[in-house]
């Protein structure tokens, strides 16, 4: 099938939503949501402090996950904790100082809860004042801001911010910005004039989303109230309920799709289900942007979606270790604990004097490649990326733009060095969830995500020392002994390796018989007395 510019891609099942982003046919971005009861990015919970650690210059706080979430001092007092990804830190400008003039009281204050929790934040702490403002058993408003992952609990903060189609709403900051994404500064002074005119209550802060550039203010207005509508429905539950209590949550999957990534650029949303077509058409409608109503089609082929567009072709290679590139070249990407390592190969490579373009172009290759990878796969933490060695600086850095030019279009917080002496390139990744391959895949029960088992000589090698110690134990003397092993193992232990078990049974004078048990692990055995049927320990 023919594709052509930026299309959305909305796959809807029972157990899992899927969402692509092609551009002219190729993956850009690629999100998978499931239903659990697991804390998700952006939810806001009433939560319980359970204890305070020093050491840690952390919280634990109980929002009622099987995990404490972790609160760290930073985040516990405002303006010490983080900002909006989007926030140039422009509220600085006069504009900020009409919007401190022009707000208005909400006829009502906002709960007994809310207004405590304002007192708070509007004194002046600092973090070595924490332990005397917080105490365990305190009840406390916290936002998710990194899911669990792996043995750690969530991550939260109380610095609150609800986004919109638009804007983002912070109740409990008197911050104003715009986007840094906005460039224009024609456009930027248009926007702040109309975050001036909006009515905002006193003590809260917007951050005007890219999405908002060029849009009326009526856009605006139609979109603060949806957010005002929210957090006043926070406020009301935070009165009626005790912690730990899930208060808000983040829309799912389709209607996030729709407002963070449907823009003018966006030609066409191709949607499986007629629900999810009409739970898009509702948002639109929300939004005042009926006039996209027309670019939404409900995909009706027996063939699925994801692969009437070629989408499952290239996810498959989301899940590869290796990955090619366009010249011959490939990177190579390991997922550790401590960091992810990306290789970068020329493959077989040119030889002679276009040697050091060749590398330049297979470097430029490997970058645009591997802001791509990082975008698909959502790792995160310090990635290391190995280039392929330049003779000059001028291609070192020419490398370096480039870079951060294509990590421009990832959404997460990254930073990125120039390349080292070494010629390794350091970055960093914001990383909010778990990466896709945890999502998908569990640890092997056999390698326990090692991705190795023992060789079938390896274990051989172990069975026939076990035997050779059993058959020394005065106490097995003249005890038939029956080996049971993996069916892969005992086609090793019956060919190349039959001599030398015939040996051992000569010359200790023991019967030896063998059986498969596919059950078995592969790297297990067990020798088994044949008279009695015990087991050898």
Same mark, same amino acid.
């Given at each position: ?28 971005? #690629? ?31 109980? /929002?009622?996950?099987?995990?404490? !979430?972790?609160?760290? #001092? ?50 002046? #702490? ?19 801001? $990194? ?59 917007? /951050?005007?989303? =890219? ?5 009326? !203010? !009526? ?20 009165? $009626?309920? @005790? ?10 999957? /389709?209607?996030?799709? %729709? ?52 989408? @499952? ?10 990955? +090619? ?5 490939? %990177? ?9 390592? /990306? ?84 970055? =960093? ?69 039959? !001599? ?21 692990? #592969?790297?297990?055995? +067990? ?11």
């Amino acid at each position: 099938m023919e594709n052509k510019g930026k299309q959305i891609i909305l796959n809807c099942e029972k157990l899992e939503r899927r969402f692509a982003l092609l551009q002219n046919g190729r993956l850009e971005e #690629y999100q998978i949501e499931r239903d659990d009861n697991e804390p998700k990015v952006g939810d806001i919970y009433l939560g319980r402090i359970i204890n305070l650690e020093p050491s840690l210059q952390a919280a634990f706080v109980d /929002i009622g996950a099987d995990k404490n !979430a972790f609160l760290h #001092y930073q985040e516990m007092l405002p303006g010490l904790g983080r900002t909006d990804e989007d926030d140039d830190e422009d509220d600085k400008h006069p504009a900020g100082e009409n919007i401190q003039a022009q707000r208005k009281k909400r006829s009502q204050n906002g709960s007994a809860k809310t207004r405590q929790e304002q007192a708070r934040r509007s004194k002046k #702490y600092t973090i070595a004042d924490i332990p005397n403002i917080f105490r365990p058993g305190m009840e406390i408003l916290v936002q998710v801001v $990194k899911s669990p992952i792996s043995t750690k609990g969530a991550r939260v903060t109380t610095d609150i911010s609800i986004p919109g189609r638009f804007l983002v709403l912070m109740p409990f900051s008197d911050h104003i910005g715009l986007s840094s994404r906005i460039e224009k500064g024609q456009e930027r002074d248009r926007l702040r004039k109309i975050l001036a005119s909006l009515e905002l209550p006193e003590g809260m802060g917007l /951050i005007c989303r =890219t999405v908002g550039e060029g849009r009326r !203010a !009526a856009f605006f207005k139609q979109d603060l109230e949806i957010l005002l509508n929210a957090f006043e429905k926070v406020e009301n539950d935070m009165d $009626k309920r @005790n912690a730990p209590a899930l208060l808000y949550t983040e829309p799912n999957l /389709i209607e996030r799709s %729709i407002r963070d990534f449907m823009t003018d650029e966006i030609d066409e949303i191709i949607v499986d289900s007629v629900d999810a077509k009409n739970q898009i058409s509702d948002a639109f409608t929300q939004f005042g942007a009926r006039n996209m109503l027309n670019k939404v089609t409900l995909h009706n082929s027996p063939r699925p979606v994801f692969e009437e567009y070629c989408i @499952n072709d290239q996810l498959r290679q989301v899940f590869q270790r290796e990955v +090619k590139l366009p010249t011959g070249g490939a %990177i190579v990407v390991d997922e550790t604990e401590a960091l992810i390592a /990306i290789d970068v190969n020329s493959g077989k490579g040119r030889k002679g004097a276009e040697q050091p373009e060749f590398i330049l172009k297979t470097n430029l290759e490997a970058a645009e490649e591997i802001a791509r990878q990082l975008r698909l796969r959502n790792v995160g933490g310090l990635v290391v990326i190995d280039f392929i060695d330049m003779r000059t600086a001028k291609d070192r850095e020419e490398i370096f733009r480039a870079m951060k030019k294509f990590l421009k279009e990832d959404r997460a917080k990254t930073h990125a060095l120039p390349l080292s002496r070494l010629g390794l390139m350091e970055m =960093t990744r914001q990383r909010e969830h778990e990466s896709i391959k945890d999502q998908v895949f569990s640890p092997c029960p056999y390698c326990n995500g090692s991705g190795r088992v023992k060789s079938l000589v390896s274990m051989s090698v172990e069975i026939q020392r076990r035997l050779n110690s059993v058959v020394r134990d005065k106490r097995y003397k003249d005890i038939p002994l029956r080996v049971i092993v993996h069916p892969e193992v005992l086609a090793r232990l019956r060919n190349e390796d039959e !001599a030398l078990l015939r040996e051992i049974e000569t010359r200790s004078s023991v019967e030896l018989s063998f059986r498969a048990d596919p059950a078995l692990h #592969y790297e297990e055995f +067990k020798l088994i007395d044949s008279e009695t049927g015990v087991e050898l320990k």
